[in-house]
């Protein structure tokens, strides 16, 4: 059997290169504006599932 030394940092090397990476990029959505779009959605879909019943 084989014995492999120090292969958890060149095993790791491309996470940590991928989120380096993604944090630069990509727009910044405050967590309340994400919160009040996911309930006005929830109260659209319950209306129109009042509005028209299927």
């Known amino acids: 059997m084989v014995k492999q030394k120090g292969g958890g940092f ?3 090397a491309g996470l ?5 990476e993604e944090e630069s990029k990509g727009p910044k959505l405050d967590h ?3 919160l009040i779009l996911a ?3 929830l109260v659209i879909i319950e209306l129109a599932k ?3 019943p299927v």
């Open 39 to 41: 309930v006005a959605s």
């Open 32 to 34: 309340r504006l994400v």
């Open 16 to 20: 940590m290169r991928y989120f380096d």
């Open 50 to 52: 009042w509005q028209w």
């Open 10 to 12: 060149h095993s790791s």
